[in-house]
Every structure is written in structure tokens, then in C-alpha cells.
């Protein structure tokens, strides 16, 4: 590695190409030296074909490297994947239901998924620092806090982390923790902004910087009402963007 890695990260697309594909170019236009994608793919979203295209690209074109997520799993020939999609509320199963029957059997089998990625001092993954199968959000600083010694155990002075859908960084007491802005489908009250980040490695420090896209929620919601499924899920499905 150099003294320096710029590493492109995307998390949490959704199914909403029409933020990753301007997310990308925006991504080429700047340049890095890696690519990072922290999973949850589908669901939620109407363009899951299309999304799925874009990240082959990016596989193919950028060497992106894929770490799976919790979503993700719904969609692989996985055995936890059955329970795990029984707990889900109606309206994220008929989300589920109807993105699967969009997109080629083995479509996300074929992606070259890792459980998590690591630098130096810098350790990414989708949910949090625990082991693959828990997600657990980290959404204060007081999940932060509880999480640190994760990191701290195996060795790293800083995590990234998607699956909250938030920019936030919580400095604690013996790591820093960044979580990322989702492309697809916000939930940052302060920011509905659809975001990349560009990270920074410096020898022994990170920086992490936000990278809005440009996005017309209205038109997307139009597209969401477009679809086959039942008024109360894409009501639902709605509720993230308005």
C-alpha cells in the first residue's frame, strides 16, 4: 500500500440505480485507489435489474469489491436466508417478494462477496465490527461505544460501517467509528440526501468525506406507485423519500 489510499465507498444502494450510476462516474471522475460496495443491494428499491447491471460494471471496470449484507442474503441460496426473511414485517417481505421475481436466479450469486474488508488500521463492514450474521445498527454514540472493543480486539483503531443509512462519526474511547449515508432509500432526518463517501487512508489515519448525488425524490416515488405491489407497501416504501 502507499502512504496513501483513496478508497471509494458505496453502501446501501437499494435497488435505486439512479443514484449509484451518477454515484460511480462521480467516483471515476475523482479517482481512487479502490473500490469498496458494503452491501444491501436490493430491496426497497424499483430498479433492482438495473442496479445489478451497474455493480457488475463496477466488478468488471473498477475491481469493486463486495461485502454482503443483511439484505443481500435474501436473495443468495443461503440457509440462514429462509428464517431470516420469515421474521420480516408483510410489507418488506411483498418488497422482497417482488424484487426476487425481477431479477435472474443466482443473479447475486454470482459476485464474489467477502464478510468484510480490511486496511491497516481501517476494518469495513456492512452492519458493525461483530461477527457476520449480527446486525446490530449503530446509531448513537452509545452503540459506538459498545461496539469499539469489536474492533479494538482484532486489532483496528477505525470501522466503516453502512446498514444505518447515516453519515455520523463517534470518536470513542479506544476507536473511531464511522457509519455511511445510503444511496438508496434515506433515513437521516437531518439529510435525505443520497450520498457516497470518499475514504481516506493515511498511513495510520482516516478520513471519511461525504459526496451528495443529486437526486428528484418525486420522480422516484411516481415509480414506486408504478409498480404491482399493494398501495399500504409502496405507501411505506414512499414514507423514506417525501
Same mark, same amino acid.
Given at each position: !500500500?502507499? %502512504?496513501?489510499?483513496?478508497?471509494?465507498?458505496?453502501? #446501501?444502494?437499494?435497488?435505486?440505480?439512479?443514484? /449509484?450510476?451518477?454515484?460511480?462516474?462521480?467516483?471515476?471522475?475523482?479517482?481512487?485507489?479502490?473500490?469498496?460496495?458494503?452491501?444491501?443491494?436490493?430491496?426497497? $428499491?424499483?430498479?433492482?435489474? &438495473?442496479?445489478?447491471?451497474?455493480?457488475?460494471?463496477?466488478? #468488471?471496470?473498477?475491481?469493486?469489491?463486495?461485502?454482503? $449484507?443483511?439484505?443481500?442474503?435474501?436473495? !443468495?441460496?443461503?440457509?440462514?436466508?429462509?428464517?431470516?426473511?420469515?421474521? /420480516?414485517?408483510?410489507?418488506?417481505?411483498?418488497?422482497?417478494? =417482488?424484487?426476487?421475481?425481477?431479477?435472474?436466479?443466482?443473479? !447475486?450469486?454470482?459476485?464474489?462477496?467477502?464478510?468484510? =474488508?480490511? @486496511?491497516?488500521? /481501517? *476494518?469495513?463492514?456492512?452492519?458493525?465490527? +461483530?461477527?457476520? $450474521?449480527?446486525?446490530?445498527?449503530?446509531?448513537?454514540? &452509545? #452503540?459506538?461505544?459498545?461496539?469499539?472493543?469489536?474492533?479494538? %480486539?482484532?486489532? +483496528?483503531?477505525?470501522?466503516?460501517?453502512?446498514?444505518?443509512?447515516?453519515?455520523?462519526? +463517534?470518536?470513542?474511547?479506544?476507536?473511531?467509528?464511522?457509519?455511511?449515508?445510503?444511496? $438508496?432509500?434515506?433515513?437521516?432526518? @437531518?439529510?435525505?440526501?443520497?450520498?457516497?463517501?470518499?475514504?481516506?487512508?493515511? @498511513? @495510520?489515519?482516516?478520513?471519511?468525506?461525504?459526496?451528495?448525488?443529486? *437526486?428528484?425524490? &418525486?420522480? +422516484?416515488?411516481?415509480?414506486?406507485?408504478?409498480?404491482?405491489?399493494?398501495?399500504?407497501?409502496?405507501?411505506?416504501?414512499?414514507? *423514506?423519500?417525501?
Amino acid at each position: !500500500m502507499s %502512504e496513501t489510499m483513496r478508497i471509494a465507498v458505496l453502501t #446501501d444502494i437499494h435497488a435505486l440505480s439512479g443514484t /449509484l450510476e451518477p454515484a460511480l462516474s462521480a467516483a471515476r471522475a475523482e479517482g481512487f485507489d479502490a473500490m469498496l460496495i458494503l452491501g444491501d443491494l436490493l430491496t426497497y $428499491g424499483v430498479q433492482p435489474a &438495473e442496479t445489478l447491471d451497474l455493480v457488475q460494471d463496477a466488478v #468488471d471496470r473498477d475491481g469493486a469489491i463486495l461485502v454482503s $449484507g443483511n439484505h443481500d442474503l435474501l436473495y !443468495m441460496a443461503d440457509a440462514d436466508a429462509a428464517a431470516y426473511a420469515a421474521d /420480516l414485517p408483510d410489507w418488506l417481505r411483498e418488497s422482497v417478494d =417482488w424484487t426476487a421475481q425481477r431479477v435472474p436466479a443466482g443473479a !447475486m450469486d454470482r459476485f464474489a462477496w467477502r464478510k468484510d =474488508w480490511s @486496511q491497516g488500521p /481501517l *476494518f469495513a463492514a456492512h452492519a458493525n465490527p +461483530y461477527s457476520f $450474521g449480527d446486525w446490530r445498527y449503530i446509531r448513537s454514540i &452509545e #452503540d459506538a461505544q459498545a461496539a469499539s472493543p469489536a474492533l479494538t %480486539e482484532r486489532g +483496528y483503531s477505525f470501522g466503516i460501517f453502512g446498514h444505518s443509512h447515516r453519515m455520523r462519526r +463517534y470518536d470513542c474511547d479506544a476507536a473511531t467509528i464511522f457509519t455511511l449515508a445510503s444511496l $438508496g432509500q434515506p433515513r437521516d432526518d @437531518q439529510d435525505r440526501t443520497p450520498q457516497w463517501a470518499m475514504v481516506t487512508l493515511d @498511513q @495510520q489515519q482516516v478520513t471519511v468525506a461525504s459526496r451528495p448525488i443529486s *437526486f428528484n425524490p &418525486e420522480d +422516484y416515488m411516481k415509480a414506486i406507485h408504478a409498480t404491482s405491489m399493494t398501495a399500504s407497501t409502496r405507501e411505506r416504501l414512499c414514507r *423514506f423519500f417525501a
